[in-house]
C-alpha cells in the first residue's frame, strides 16, 4: 500500500476561479451545498470509502473520517434532500472525469498528473 504525504482538491476549469475557502469546499464534499457562484450544479466525485487517498482526504481535507462523511451523505440521499456524489474506481478515472465534466471537483494525490483541471487553492 502506497504512503500518501497529499492530497489536493482538483475542479474542472469550468469552475469559477473566485475565492472558495476550505470550509466552502467542506460544505461541497458534505453535499450541503450544491451550485457554484455561477448557479451551475456542482459534480463531486470521490474513491470509494476504503480507497486510501480517500481516507487520506477526508482526515487531511475534511478533518473527518470517511464513515462520519458516508453518513452524511446517506442521509442526504435517505430523507430525499440531496444525492451521494459520483464513485469513481481509481485516480486515473477520477482525472478523466474531473477533466471532462464541468462543474465537476474532487481529488488526485499530490504530484499527479493534472490536465484540463485546476488545483484547489484556498483564498
Known sequence: MPVIHAVDIVVNQSVPSSGYSISTMRAIFAKQLSFWSNEE???????????????????????????????????????????APYVVKNEEEMLEKVSNTPNAVG???????????????EQ
Do not use: C, E
Not at 59 to 81: A, C, E, I, Y
Not at 107 to 121: P, T, W
Open 41 to 83: 450544479r456542482i459534480k463531486v466525485f470521490v474513491l470509494a470509502d476504503d480507497h486510501p487517498l480517500h481516507r487520506q482526504f477526508t482526515k487531511q481535507n475534511l478533518n473527518m473520517f470517511p464513515h462520519q462523511l458516508r453518513r452524511v451523505w446517506d442521509r442526504k440521499v435517505f430523507s430525499g434532500t440531496g444525492h
Open 107 to 121: 481529488y488526485l494525490s499530490n504530484g499527479f498528473g493534472y490536465k484540463k483541471i485546476r488545483i484547489f487553492d
